[in-house]
């Protein structure tokens, strides 16, 4: 049951991260964090990290938990694909009695309690952070400014987050908002949406992207149009490919929120649960605006 410590085989807890696509460099990054932690402490934990395909196979995560907890893990740390999806398996696994960490993404309130589940989330300010993305392009811009927003997946609170801080920068800054609609986080589809945004709208003056993976897909659009650095461009994540193209003024800024560190930390807070600390609510990690000037 939930409330009995598990007994080490080999004196030492196994820890599985379940991610979501390992073609975002955002979640490559995380990977790489928590491996070189996990590598440091082989004494401490066994580990296991798991991706999925893409940012809709959110199947894949489904049979990373259940694969977890048939393998007996005692701790599970996840960045939910699908906020309502994933309370179901993850209740199992609290129910089996394994430590269950939410990182990243937030698990839906409603969805938790239907599981009959109250897990603490350690992650982001996602609303705040794509506010300071959003505030970049109201300064930059000015009053009156003709935008449009490429969202991440619906399924996905983060998304919803990050869509309501731009709408709050667009309103504060009396930006005209000409369209918004979802590229799925990904850049071949991005890059397909901001071409038939072009398109459709011929006086676009910025795009707010939801992720980083779609700001490259944007600016693909734009290089291919000639329009680089005119429309101004501001993402989230900070991931490497990014920084180059805002040194170079093919985009304004972009959102870093330490997603190499985000795992990390999820796995010592569930090792400290698995201690028999408590965790409830939301435990913030941070975010930070990155524009050229922070970068060397």
């Given at each position: 049951?939930?409330?009995?410590?598990?007994?080490?085989?080999?004196?030492?807890?196994?820890?599985?991260?379940?991610?979501?696509s390992l073609s975002n460099e955002?979640?490559?990054?995380?990977?790489?964090?928590?491996?070189?932690?996990?590598?440091?402490?082989?004494?401490?934990f066994d580990f296991k990290a798991v991706g999925m395909k893409d940012e809709r196979?959110?199947?894949?995560?489904?049979?990373?938990v259940e694969n977890f907890i048939t393998q007996?893990?005692?701790?599970?740390?996840?960045?939910?694909?699908?906020?309502?999806?994933?309370?179901?398996?993850?209740?199992?696994?609290?129910?089996?009695?394994?430590?269950?960490?939410?990182?990243?993404?937030?698990?839906?309130?409603?969805?938790?309690?239907?599981?009959?589940?109250?897990?603490?989330?350690?992650?982001?300010?996602?609303?705040?952070?794509?506010?300071?993305?959003?505030?970049?392009?109201?300064?930059?811009?000015?009053?009156?400014?003709?935008?449009?927003?490429?969202?991440?997946?619906?399924e996905a609170d983060n998304a919803k987050q990050r869509k309501q801080g731009f709408m709050e920068s667009i309103t504060e800054g009396?930006?005209?908002?000409?369209?918004?609609?979802?590229?799925?986080?990904?850049?071949?589809?991005?890059?397909?949406?901001?071409?038939?945004f072009l398109t459709k709208y011929q006086d676009i003056q910025g795009v707010m992207a939801a992720n980083d993976s779609m700001a490259l897909g944007v600016v693909k659009a734009l290089d291919a149009t000639g329009k680089s650095g005119k429309i101004k461009v501001v993402g989230f994540d900070n991931i490497p490919p990014v920084q180059p193209l805002i040194k170079n003024g093919k985009m304004l800024a972009t959102v870093e929120q330490f997603g190499a560190q985000m795992a990390v930390n999820g796995i010592k807070y569930g090792l400290r649960q698995l201690a028999?600390?408590?965790?409830?609510?939301?435990?913030?990690?941070d975010v930070k605006l990155v524009e050229a000037k922070d970068l060397s």
């Open positions: 049951m939930a409330g009995i410590r598990p007994t080490f085989a080999d004196g030492k807890p196994k820890v599985g991260l379940v991610m979501k955002f979640f490559k990054q995380m990977q790489a964090g928590a491996d070189k932690f996990a590598a440091e402490n082989k004494d401490k196979d959110f199947a894949a995560q489904v049979d990373a007996k893990y005692d701790i599970i740390v996840v960045a939910p694909a699908d906020s309502k999806a994933m309370a179901t398996p993850l209740a199992k696994a609290v129910k089996a009695g394994i430590t269950v960490v939410n990182i990243d993404v937030p698990l839906d309130a409603g969805a938790k309690k239907a599981a009959g589940i109250d897990l603490a989330f350690f992650g982001p300010d996602n609303q705040a952070g794509a506010k300071l993305a959003g505030d970049a392009l109201a300064k930059d811009l000015g009053a009156g400014g003709k935008v449009v927003i490429l969202e991440g997946n619906p009396k930006l005209q908002l000409l369209d918004s609609k979802t590229a799925h986080w990904e850049t071949e589809e991005a890059n397909t949406l901001m071409t038939n028999g600390e408590k965790f409830s609510g939301w435990i913030k990690t």
